[in-house]
């Protein structure tokens, strides 16, 4: 079988978690026999020059559905002979669009995995961080978002209604990231969830085996892992969390890993905040702190399927998260395996993290089960539901 995975951005690591998991995927694909290509719109700023590069082809006009674009992917179908076009990507109307054309022009078969909620928009929008440090900034600024809030709502339902309905209409399948998602997407397009037969749901992988957990190796360690981004992995509400969990536990310490545009504000305010013990590492590969940190914690407004969350249970890290994404059932099971807390209750959230602090022996129960949880994860599980979907696609007239 020939695949091309194609996407917005360079494949890398750095890049993003879809990124990262496609990489598995065509990976998994290869290992399995078959011939996989990528194909990029344009260079990520995350990649390091002189890291690992992945082989991968790059479109000559970027990221848009151009007339040059249009030709090249289409004469690389032809070339490599791709008979399944894999759009990770396809909540990029210039993307879709692109990939609805090659494949009308080639003889391609068109996947669209749809890498997020997908009322991510409606999320993004509702749950905007507050800026400004006066009370009448705040005030002004909550008054002009009561006003234009509706109005921006319905355009953006609107939007993506559209969006959603020409990628299926137009894909021989289309993949969402859990089974809790498909409500959602079929509610945008106004669908019948039951008639919708090429609207199919796979979880994605995870390339960690599930660690040997050994309680006495972890330390008074919790993590925030994610791309510091105030619209979406709100690392602000973590360093407001951990305000409050400073002062109750004085012998722990949150380690936020990653970078973005939202660095330096996040430093000032930890600084205003005048947090001790909590540090920014920057882009680390996260596997030696999964080691050894406790906790997990996730804050963000909305995800698809969080891979740094899945990862971490895998080292038997124990998840605190919001629950503000229908995908987080699929990873925790609130007080089995972890705590599912009513978004965006702050006071919540700091009470269950207090409360994990507090019990060792919950931790450690709560790590065992997530563990044993996430062995739906692996690859070994995931990967055979993709490839009786290609053969499934190939075979239909």
């Known amino acids: 079988m020939n695949i091309l995975i194609i996407g917005e951005n360079e494949f890398h690591p750095r890049t993003g978690g879809t990124e990262s998991v496609s990489l598995l995927l065509g990976d998994e694909f290869r290992r399995a026999g078959h011939n996989v290509w990528f194909v990029a719109c344009r260079r990520s700023g995350y990649v390091v020059e002189g890291s690992d590069i992945h082989e991968q082809s790059m479109l000559p006009g970027g990221a848009e559905n151009s007339e040059g674009n249009l030709e090249a992917l289409s004469r690389f179908v032809r070339e490599h002979e791709v008979q399944i076009i894999m759009n990770q990507f396809c909540h990029l109307p210039w993307l879709t669009d692109l990939c609805i054309d090659v494949r009308q022009r080639t003889e391609a078969k068109l996947v669209s995995t749809l890498h997020i909620n997908p009322d991510y928009a409606i999320m993004r929008l509702l749950n905007l961080p507050r800026k400004g440090n006066s009370a009448i900034e705040r005030v002004g600024r909550d008054l002009l978002r009561r006003l234009q809030r509706p109005s921006a709502l319905r355009r953006a339902c609107r939007r993506f209604s559209a969006i959603y309905?020409?990628?299926?209409?137009?894909?021989d399948r289309t993949v969402l990231l859990s089974e809790n998602y498909r409500r959602t997407f079929c509610r945008m397009i106004a669908a019948d969830e039951h008639n919708l037969d090429r609207l199919v749901a796979i979880l994605n992988p995870t390339p960690i085996a599930s660690q040997r957990l050994d309680m006495s190796e972890k330390e008074n360690i919790v993590l925030f892992v994610g791309r510091m981004d105030i619209a979406h992995k709100r690392?602000?509400?973590?360093?407001?969390?951990?305000?409050?969990?400073?002062?109750?536990?004085?012998?722990?310490?949150?380690?936020?890993?990653?970078?973005?545009?939202?660095?330096?504000?996040?430093?000032?305010l930890k600084g205003r905040l005048k947090l001790k013990r909590a540090t920014f590492t920057g882009f680390v590969p996260p596997e030696e702190y999964y080691r050894r940190a406790s906790v997990i914690c996730?804050?963000?407004?909305?995800?698809?399927?969080?891979?740094?969350?899945?990862?971490?249970?895998?080292?038997?890290?124990?998840?605190?998260?919001?629950?503000?994404?229908?995908?987080?059932?699929?990873?925790?099971?609130?007080?089995?395996?972890?705590?599912?807390?009513?978004?965006?209750?702050?006071?919540?959230?700091?009470?269950?993290?207090?409360?994990?602090?507090?019990?060792?022996?919950?931790?450690?129960?709560?790590?065992?089960?997530?563990?044993?949880?996430?062995?739906?994860?692996?690859?070994?599980?995931?990967?055979?539901?993709w490839l009786e979907m290609f053969d499934k696609i190939l075979k239909e007239a």
């Open 235 to 268: 690392p602000d509400r973590m360093l407001r969390i951990w305000s409050e969990i400073e002062k109750r536990h004085p012998s722990w310490e949150l380690v936020l890993l990653g970078d973005g545009q939202a660095m330096g504000q996040m430093k000032r």
């Open 298 to 385: 996730m804050t963000s407004s909305y995800e698809g399927l969080p891979m740094t969350l899945i990862e971490a249970i895998r080292f038997g890290v124990t998840p605190v998260a919001f629950d503000s994404f229908e995908s987080l059932s699929d990873i925790v099971d609130d007080g089995t395996d972890g705590f599912r807390v009513a978004p965006f209750d702050m006071k919540a959230y700091v009470g269950r993290l207090s409360q994990l602090l507090d019990d060792g022996e919950l931790r450690g129960r709560m790590a065992v089960n997530a563990i044993r949880k996430s062995d739906r994860f692996a690859p070994e599980v995931i990967i055979p539901q």
């Open 165 to 171: 309905k020409r990628v299926y209409e137009n894909s």
